[in-house]
């Protein structure tokens, strides 16, 4: 019999125990990641820490290895939520020739996966809107039924970017999603001095677009926004805007003090808003979560971050001659690229609507 709670989701009781895990296992190894650097055995941490509720819920509704995606340095839950593994996001964290996301090229948090959709992230912020705009370009163009999210922070929403991306996608109904997870703060600059709106949702009326607010501490509520929305993108009612408020519970970075420019009551108040235990308890008041219950899933996520790490750790570090392969090119080969050939017919003979 299907919970009250998974019912009004129109999910079943085992979704919202995966989802569950899936927010404690992006916890779990979010916090290795900080215990990795500050015992000097992996340089760089940019967290996701009270972001992971909104980001499990958003990503729940795409589909796997069909949709596309394209994070930001925090969406480490994202990634999970869509395919990729604790090992693969660990050998990203150790730069590790193995590592999916780049091969040991991209500094950590720079996450991407070709097999799972997950188009790689760029050091400048907000140029994965643009990406991701034109993956829906081409999805719509080649009909592919395929919906493109892209995510990013309020302080990158101001970038001239977005207005770009936005204004394009809006104007050709394309089949795209834009998440904004406002944690209140752009590194130190609070959201009143980067932001003339109180919320970023309101700028989706200028592009023609439905723009949403949601608890980011809400995970089903967020995973309805985000349903609603893959649902408008792909039936060809065109993109929405999801503005998720949530809380920062870490600096900004490994290499920042978050209480130098915040107040210990706005930190105390920010940690009244951690999505973990409040969908636990949700879970625990429908009946879907116990000691035991707890007692094994806790277990198995201990477990998966010990081999993740170990597993990272003997991975063979990238060999350095192949530090400028897909750089340049090899004028020995004397090899023309390959032709672009469209899905289907000529791109010449398209109209987009």
């Excluded at 895990?21 to 992006?26: G, I, M, N, P, Q």
């Excluded at 780049?102 to 996966?113: A, E």
């Excluded at 130190?188 to 970023?200: F, H, I, K, M």
Aim: proline share 6%; charged share 20%; with cysteine.
């Amino acid at each position: 019999m299907t919970s009250e709670l998974a019912a009004a989701a129109g999910l079943a009781d085992a979704d919202l125990v995966a989802m569950y895990r899936t927010l404690a296992l992006a916890r779990a190894l979010d916090e290795r990641m900080w215990v990795l650097n500050r015992s000097g055995r992996a340089p760089f941490v940019i967290s996701g820490q009270g972001h992971e509720g909104a980001q499990v819920g958003i990503a729940w509704p795409l589909r796997r290895d069909h949709d596309w995606v394209a994070p930001f340095y925090r969406s480490i839950a994202t990634c999970l939520a869509v395919g990729m593994t604790p090992r693969e996001l660990m050998l990203a964290q150790y730069a590790k020739a193995d590592d999916p996301s780049s091969g040991g090229r991209q500094m950590p948090g720079h996450y991407g996966h070709v097999g799972r959709h997950v188009v790689s992230v760029s050091s400048p912020v907000a140029t994965q809107i643009l990406h991701a705009v034109g993956i829906a370009l081409a999805a719509k163009i080649r009909g592919l039924d395929q919906v493109a999210v892209a995510i990013m922070g309020e302080g990158s929403s101001n970038q001239g970017d977005v207005h770009e991306a936005l204004n394009f996608a809006g104007i050709h109904k394309l089949p795209f999603v834009f998440v904004v997870e406002n944690n209140g703060y752009a590194i130190s600059v609070p959201w009143e001095r980067e932001l003339s709106v109180r919320d970023v949702a309101s700028r989706a009326a200028g592009y023609g677009m439905p723009g949403v607010i949601v608890d980011g501490t809400d995970v089903l509520g967020c995973y309805r926004a985000s349903r609603d929305a893959v649902e408008r993108a792909r039936s060809g009612g065109g993109p929405t805007l999801i503005e998720a408020k949530v809380t920062r519970l870490t600096g900004h970075s490994s290499d920042d003090q978050q209480t130098k420019y915040r107040s210990e009551a706005d930190l105390e108040e920010g940690r009244t808003h951690d999505p973990l235990p409040i969908f636990r308890e949700q879970l625990r008041v429908a009946g879907l979560l116990d000691a035991s219950i707890e007692g094994v899933l806790a277990a198995e996520i201990s477990a998966l971050v010990e081999d993740a790490t170990a597993f990272a750790e003997a991975a063979a570090e990238p060999d350095p001659a192949s530090g400028v392969d897909h750089v340049y090119g090899d004028p020995a080969a004397n090899e023309p690229p390959p032709p672009w050939q469209p899905a289907r017919g000529s791109v010449a003979d398209r109209v987009i609507s």
